[in-house]
């Protein structure tokens, strides 16, 4: 962070996340979904990501996308990625709290 980079990510899996700026570290719970398919939820979470960031949205709800994001890709089988109804649907389940 201290050579110009904006924003770290640390996925934790059915743990979570983490996202930090110059000024906070929020951390998200895992979005409770049925998991059926692992594969591109990583990519769904950055995806989400440059979402917030395309709509220069702020850190919280940047983290929010991500975590929408991934949640549903989660609960798609196999290598389905999530859809926009998935996304508005768990958006408002996403739940951060900043921890520094």
Same mark, same amino acid.
């Given at each position: 962070?201290?050579?110009?980079?904006?924003?770290?990510?640390?996925?934790?899996?059915?743990?979570?996340?983490?996202?930090?700026? &110059?000024?906070?570290?929020?951390?998200? &719970?895992?979005?409770?979904?049925?998991? &059926?398919?692992?594969?591109?939820?990583?990519?769904?979470?950055?995806?989400?990501?440059?979402?917030?960031?395309? &709509?220069?949205?702020?850190?919280?709800?940047?983290?929010?996308?991500?975590?929408?994001?991934?949640?549903?890709?989660?609960?798609?089988?196999?290598?389905?990625?999530?859809?926009?109804?998935?996304?508005?649907?768990?958006?408002?389940?996403?739940?951060?709290?900043?921890?520094?």
């Amino acid at each position: 962070m201290d050579s110009g980079i904006p924003y770290v990510c640390i996925s934790m899996g059915a743990d979570g996340a983490l996202l930090l700026d &110059k000024e906070h570290t929020y951390r998200a &719970k895992a979005v409770p979904v049925e998991a &059926k398919g692992l594969t591109g939820a990583g990519d769904s979470m950055v995806a989400g990501m440059c979402y917030a960031l395309r &709509k220069r949205l702020d850190t919280a709800d940047m983290l929010r996308y991500a975590m929408a994001c991934a949640a549903g890709s989660v609960r798609q089988e196999g290598t389905l990625l999530a859809r926009e109804t998935d996304v508005k649907e768990l958006l408002p389940q996403v739940q951060l709290k900043i921890i520094a």
